[in-house]
Structures are given as structure tokens and as C-alpha cells.
């Protein structure tokens, strides 16, 4: 083999491994280069058999179509030398079985006439005769194309001709026959038929590249309209996830818009339509997905629109490769307006089909997917939503005065607004003249300072300061003319010297609200370099010299603002939250303070709340900050006011509420585009873990990792995120997608070297092959161990053991109770009380399991010591509980009621005191006793 046949070989072989895509395409291309160049016929035919598959999963008709013309041209001229069907080490590429592809492509593309459609089934036909192969793939392919150019009667006498003939080499999977038998009656409108074949394909777990998810879209209407709303909104959940990976599915991908446009779950619908949008234009020559889209797309907007969100903007419905479907547009479209260009559009494209098949079938398609809107099923998909409460006087209304104005201002300040926050000060200025001169110029410096324009932040600066002296405040002016910009964000601890000085100058001849601003900033500076006592003195200096002020200017309730909250910030930084409570109070007893600086002030104080343990207290300031919030705008602060709000509900076991305002503010930040938040979609996915809404849970993790993937994120990361998804596939009961993220979130925590992240992904994976009596759980938890041992983790080491006796013991393997024994001496070695008493524990019940009875109390009994020493109560009395049953299964009824007794006294939680007190009243009364 000639250096160069070695490197196309070789290409080859990569190409082979590697996953469809980019790279996999890119490997084809240079194989397919070489062989050219070096005028190798034969290993530039293998390379363009491969990119016939590769162009079809990549959806690149165009390609595709290009690829095998060229093969079969070679195959046709030679078929010695380029024969019809190549075999590799783990895939074989085959013209004949291509031609199923090639006959489905002309069917859904508008650019092949009938007549070229019907001679492509011909040809294949006849060269599956001359190949003496079976006829099921010819027929399917008969079928197909007589179902989606709408001759039913044609497509039913081919579906009889199916039944009876053997299934061969070129027949359809079980799981792709079922699906287009399933999509046939689907579409002549026998839904119960349609839905027998969806339960045979669910069953018998029938699957192939494109299924289930396929048939699961398929599914989705007959399952409603059979009233089997529970399976329908599974199958969405379930193939949504499996679909939208792959651009080229986007017809599929439609139908789920669907599903949410006549189940009531819009807004669902809609973000997933942002999402695929243009998906719908990644294959040009692929009329089929676009007509089908259309309608789809359609149907959901309409749906929007009749839930009076049809102002809405669209988003990514402007983007360009979308114009030769939609026409150009200048900004996104609103629902309403894209729904009746997406209905255009399905109409032009229905007619063109119909003209070419000679019958009105997309036609009558189109008027049946209108006839949607007629249906309605009751299928929510969220268990709880979200709705900001905001009282008719936070509303944003247009600001009257110049106070109002630079209120507005600083709301714009807070969202990163600065061009706002300077038409806020023309306003201002406008409307109060010279009056607010000074108070205006002090918000426009601000603003600058906070660009970084320092220039022009001098240039408002020397403005402010004329403004002041025209009021008569020349101390004012001479301070600022002293400090400079240092007064408004730009001061260092080199500053410090300059503002002792200033300070003590100012208490001789200032005002108070010049002592009170210098005094401010001190803080600020002083807590930026870690001086937390001295800042909180200068803090609560300045907020007593204002606080007390009944009717505050401009610029005194915005320095008091300031202090006050510095105050409390300072105050929580030192752990003195009910004094930071109280702190906070002094300001929102103001009546007249901003939108802005209220919502801040809820958040510390609810933050201050909860470090109390008042967690309501708390979730009704964090809540009532989060409308204020969405009513002032800036989606990144409302995620940060949503996850506060989220986070004080999950601590309060309202699981689902805590989902639905991260949805809520999630939903927002998308549509101000911002991109990523996969920390705060993460703590979705918990969320929806925790409440049970697992399907859910799996789909938003697992969009997680893909982004993270995307960005480059680190493998710690990554881990992270495949332990959330693994825990979210556990409690929704799938096992094979929970066992997949384990192995791979244990890869990147081994990439890591993060022996923490490790132990937990092993623990899950351990438990959940042992639950299946897997022996690789043992593998894996060794493998662990080894690792942590090698790094001299001794923390990690002995839980990674503790979790071995566990699964020896699940397994029935004897051993367990040596680990065991091991992990009690290295805890108490180590001061793990905890632990040790875990172990103890464990022995214990495998000693009980052994009938080694005697021993098993006395270790269950040594259990219950020990978690009462390290803090577990209620451990401790499961543990005494545990010696009763054994002692009362021996006939020791003395030692028993004794154990009981005392179980019942170690434990705290009211459930479990119940259950025992229960236990022991079984018990006398099966000794025939009372109490």
C-alpha cells in the first residue's frame, strides 16, 4: 500500500469512529480530496459511499444526492471494481439500501417532478430484481411515498402487499415499520389503530436511529384524543429530549408544538419553537420539513395569540436563513403577525405539493391542522406557575416629576442601563430646572464613573458643582472639588488619608449631608479592603445623621439610601442579622423611596431573615422583591431575585413553586437574549427533581450539559451536571439514561481529579447496580477507592469503603461485614462519629441477616450510641429500633419493650415517634398486655 492509499485508509478509519458532524464530515472530504489527487477510483468510491450516510444523518440533501449519483454512476460502469455494497470493521455502506433514501428524498422535495419520482421507484425496483434481493424495501419505499403524496387507496394495496411478503435484508426495522404503519393511520384518521402500534413499539421497546422518538411525535394527537392525556404528555417529555439534538428532526420536532398548542402549555411551545426555528431552513431541499413546520408553527402561534400573547416578539424568527420561507423582516415577528406567515407559507408549499402529486391532499392537510383549534386537552406540563403580583403603585408608569425622574434614573443605573440613566437626567433637568440641577449632575456623574468615562464624569462633575453654589452649598462644592471623583466610586485606600481630613474638616463647617456622603464612602472603601468594624462605624454614622430626617431632599434620601443599606450589608457581614433586620426596617418605613432601592432592600432583608430561621417572614419580602423587580425590568436581576424567592420555597418543601419562578425568570432572561444561566437552569432541573416533575428535570439538565459542553466548560463542571441528571433520571424511572450520565459525569470527575465529585457519582452508580444485582457496582466503587487511596484522601477513601460493605451486603456477599469492621476503626480513628456509627449500624443488620442475633443487638445498640453522640437522634432510635425487632423475634419480650421504650424516647421527628409508639402497641397486644 502506497503511502498516500495508507492515509486515505487510515482518514477512513477515523471517519468511522467518529460521530456524525463537522468533523466526521470534514475527515470524508480530505479522504475524498487524496484520492483524487493520487487517482485512487476505488478508496474515493469508499469515501463517497460513507458521505451518503453521512450527508443523510446531517441533513445535507444536496450531498447526499451528489454522493450517490457519483457511486452509482461507478457502480453502473464497473461493478467489480465499485461494488453495490462495501463492509467495514463495524458499519457496511449499501446502494441498494440508499435507494430507500434517495425515494423518500424526491417524494418531500419540490424540485423533482412526479414523473422523476416515479422513475426513481422504478429504477430501484429494478435493481433490486437484477440483485435478486427481497422485495420489502421496494414496497416500503411504495408505501411511503403513496402515504405522503396522499394516494391512500395506492398506499393501503401496498401496505396488504407488505403483510405477505418475508421480511429480508432490505426490509424497515420492527420500530420504523410500526412508526410509518402508525403515521399511515394516523393520517386516514383511525387514531386507536395508530395508538395500538404506539404500544407495541413502547412495549416490546422497539428502537432504531429515529425511534421511538419518531412514533412518540407521531402519537402525540391520537393519545390525546383517546383520551390517554398522562401518555401523551410521557411521550412528549420523553421524545422531545431524544429529538431535538439533531437539526434534521425538526419535523418531528414540530409536532411537539403542537402538543403544547392544544394542551394549554403555550409558553412551553413557544420557547421551544425560539429554540428550533431555524432548524427549519438546515435543509433547503427538504419541502417536506418545511411545509410540515409551517403548519406546526402556525397552529402554536395562533394558539399564543388566542392567550392574548400575540404581541409577543418571536425570537430568531428575523434571522436570514429564514427569508426564502418567510420573507425578509425587519425584527423579530410578533405571534400574531408570524402565525399568518407561517399559514402563507404552508398554503404556497401545500399547493406546489399538490400540484405535482395531481390532488388536494396537503391542501385538505392544511385545513386539518386549522381544524386544531378546535381541540383542547387539559395536559399541564408545569404542576405549579408563577405569576408576579404587583401592586398598582409600583407599576411602571411614566415619571411626572423631577424626583420621579431620577428615581427612574437609578432603576435604569441598576440594570446596567447607563444611556438610559443619562435620558433620565435630561428629563429631570427638563422638568426641575436649576432646582435639581445639583441633584441631577450628581446621578450623571455617577453614571459616567460607572462607564469609565471619567472625562466626561469631571466634565458633569464641575457642572454639579456651579449648580451647588448657585443653591448657596459651597461647603458642599468645596469637598467635591477637594475629593474629585474619589466622592463617586473611583476612591482606593490611598484615598483614605484625603477623606480623614475631609471628614474632620466637615464636622467643623459642613453640612450634614456632606458629613453623611464622605462619611458613605469612607465605608465603602473601608469595607473593600476587609475593615468591617471601622466601615460599619462610619456606616451607621451616616445613615443616624439622615435617618432621622422627616422630609428629605433629592439628594438626602438618596445618600441615606445608600448608608442605610451599606448599613445592613456591613451589619450581615459581621452575623448581626436581627440588628440588620431592624437596619433595613429604617428605610422601608419610607413611603417615598424608589422601586428600585425597596426591591434591594426586601432582598437584604429577607436574607436577613432567613439566616434567622424566619424562612416566611423571609419568603414574603423576597417575593414581594421579585415583582418589584420584574416591574423595573433587567432580566439578570430578576434571575437574581427569582432564585432568592426559589431557594427560601425549596427550604420550606414547596419544591415545585421554587421551579416555577426559576421558569418564570428563565423565560425572561431568554427573551432579552441573555444566553448560558446554566447555574440557574441547573437549579431548575433540582427543583423539578425534588417536586417530582422528573421528566422535566431530565430535559433541562440535560440542555445544561449541552451548553456546557458547547462553551467549553470545565470538567468539574460537567460532573456536576451528570450527577443532577443521573439523580433526575432516578426518580423518574430511567435507569438506562441514569446509568449514562453517572459513567460519564464519573469521567470528567476523573479527568478532574476531583475525588468528592468522584465518591458521588460511584455512590449513585453503585446503588443503582445493585439494585439490578449488578456486580459492576463492587468495579466501580474499587476503582474509586484505588484512586483515593492513592492521593492519601482518607475522608474519601473510607466512604468509598463504607459503600462497598453496603453493596457486599445488598449482593449477599459475606465479606461486607470485614469492611465494615474497617471502616468502624479508621472513623474512630479519624474522629468520624458519624460514620463509625453508619458501619455500626450496617454490621449490625448484616449480623441480624445472619442470624447471628446476639452480636446484632449488641452492635445495634452500640449504633444508637454512637449517632446520638455525633448529633443524630433520630438515627439513633431507628438503630434501638432495630435491636427490639431482633430481641422480639427471639422471644425476648422484656429486652424488646425495653429497646422500644427507649427507641421511642431518642426520637425527635414527630413521624417517627409515631411509627415506633405504634410498633410497641403491636407488640403488647400481641403478648396480650397493656401498658
Known sequence: MSDAAKTITDLLDEADQTPYGAPERALLDQAIALSEEAGHEELAYAARMRLV??????????????????????????????????????????????FKW??????????FSSAQLEAVLADMDRRYTEAGVGRSGVVQSLFSSSVETGRLEDAERFR???????????????ACARSEFADYQQTIGDDAAAVALFDEIQEQQLSCGEEPEGNEADSLLPLLRLGRGEDAAAAHMRGYRAA??????????????VFCAVTGNEARGLALLERHIRDLMVDPMNDRQKFAGSCAAAVLLDAVTRAGQGSTPVRHSDDPVLAPLLGDHVGPWTAVDLAATFWAAADRLGAAFDTRNGNDFHTRQVARSRALADERYDVPLESSTYTP???????????????????????????????????????????????????????????????????QAANALADRGKALRELGRDDYADVEDQIGLALYGTATAADLPAFDAAIEDARARAGRDVLADLLATRADVLGTEERVDEALRDAQEAAALLVPVAEPTIAERQLRNHAVLHRTFLLMMSQRFEEAAGSIDDLLRDAGIGRQTRQVGLRMKAQALATRGLLDEALQAAEEALSLQVAIGGARLVLNAAGLSAQLLSDLGRDAEAAARMRFALRQAESAGITGAFAEKFRLGQYLTWSDQADEAIEVIDEVYRGESESGAPPVALGETMLGLGVAALRGNQPGVAYGAFQRGLGHAVEAEHLPLQVGLATQLARMLVQFRDDEAIEVIDAVLERARAAEDGQSALRMLNERGLAKANLGDESAIADFDAVIAEANAAGEEWLAADATDSKARELAGAERHDEAVQYALAAADGYAASGDANAGANSEFLAAQILRGQGRAAEALACYTSAIERAEAPALVERLTEQRAEYLAELGRSE
Open 389 to 455: 403580583v404587583v401592586a398598582a403603585e409600583v407599576t411602571t408608569t411614566e415619571p411626572a416629576t423631577a424626583e420621579d425622574w431620577l428615581r427612574r434614573a437609578g432603576e435604569h443605573a441598576a440594570t446596567g442601563d447607563h444611556d438610559g440613566v443619562m435620558d433620565a437626567v435630561e428629563h429631570a433637568l427638563a422638568a426641575g430646572g436649576r432646582a435639581v440641577a445639583a441633584d441631577a449632575y450628581r446621578v450623571a456623574v455617577q453614571a459616567l464613573v460607572a462607564r469609565d468615562q471619567h472625562e
Open 102 to 111: 434517495m425515494a423518500s428524498t424526491v417524494t418531500g422535495s419540490l424540485q
Open 160 to 174: 396488504l402487499e407488505l403483510e405477505a411478503l418475508p421480511r429480508d435484508e432490505y426490509s424497515h426495522c420492527e
Open 244 to 257: 431535538r439534538g439533531n437539526p434534521d428532526n425538526i419535523a418531528m420536532i414540530a409536532r411537539h408544538w
Open 53 to 98: 450516510t453521512s450527508a443523510k444523518m446531517t441533513g445535507d440533501t444536496d450531498g447526499m444526492l451528489a454522493a450517490f449519483a457519483w457511486c452509482l454512476g461507478k457502480f453502473d460502469s464497473d461493478p467489480v471494481r465499485f461494488p453495490s455494497e462495501l463492509t467495514g470493521a463495524a458499519d457496511s455502506w449499501d446502494l441498494l439500501w440508499y
